[in-house]
């Protein structure tokens, strides 16, 4: 249980153009979802919390409207990012939360890596 | 202050001995969750073993065992019996219970496992 998918697993795209990226938990229901971006050889740096029908989260640098966050319903949330540049190429790894048998456990994604050219 | 410090970037073990990743914590909260994370080069996360606070006995999970030390405020991985597949990151990350939401990660640890 507690599957977390992630589409799509890889894209590339043209600078100046937009992405979206979708999380979805399969086999639960999430009422928070949180964003990460990791670089190459560091740690996840969470981008922001989304919890299901309110504005999600952000935290310090990360720009909002650079980064959208769309939390429609229980079980799914994207990641829009506008106008991509180079410098947004990442992997970006969403997890869900969900009660489990150690409290509120965080269920991760398989990550996204992006590409802008 | 860095809530979760590794200090090893990198280490090396051979096959089929053990080996510890070391992972200190910083809080003030007395409820708090300790995780430890392997991620391989696909980039998954897999969560591989968990530490409660409150917990009066050190986790163990198989081959993993978390040499919780709450005074020193360390919680260290140890890996049992290294496999080639056990070639990773690893990351140790905390949970506060007054944020239960919001996971603090460390920079991971690197573990190369030689034959």
């Known amino acids: 249980g507690a599957v977390v998918s992630q589409h799509p697993s890889w894209v590339i795209c043209k600078s100046g153009t937009s992405v979206k990226i979708e999380c979805r938990s399969l086999d639960f229901q999430a009422t928070t979802m949180f964003w990460y971006r990791q670089f190459p050889k560091q740690s996840l740096m969470l981008m922001a919390t989304?919890?299901?029908?309110?504005?999600?989260?952000?935290e310090q640098g990360v720009e909002k409207d650079k980064f959208l966050i769309n939390h429609a319903s229980l079980t799914l949330s994207t990641l829009t990012v506008t106008s991509a540049h180079p410098e947004d190429s990442s992997f970006y790894i969403c997890?869900?939360?969900?009660?489990?048998?150690?409290?509120?456990?965080?269920?991760f994604g398989p990550g996204t890596r992006l590409t802008v050219t | 202050a860095q809530k979760i410090t590794q200090t090893q970037p990198g280490m090396f073990v051979q096959e089929k001995e053990a080996v510890t990743l070391d992972c200190t914590y910083d809080t003030s909260d007395p409820s708090y969750g300790l995780f430890w994370y392997k991620q391989p080069s696909s980039g998954e996360m897999i969560f591989l073993i968990y530490?409660?606070?409150?917990?009066?006995q050190n986790a163990t999970e198989g081959r993993y065992s978390l040499n919780f030390q709450k005074a020193r405020k360390s919680a260290n991985l140890v890996i049992s019996a290294s496999q080639l597949g056990d070639s990773a990151m690893y990351f140790c990350?905390?949970?506060?219970?007054?944020?239960?939401?919001?996971?603090?990660f460390g920079s991971g640890t690197k573990l190369n496992v030689k034959p």
């Open positions: 989304s919890n299901e029908g309110s504005k999600a989260t952000y």
């Open positions: 997890s869900a939360s969900s009660r489990g048998h150690t409290g509120y456990e965080q269920y």
């Open positions: 530490q409660g606070s409150y917990d009066q």
């Open positions: 990350a905390m949970r506060e219970a007054r944020n239960f939401n919001k996971f603090y």
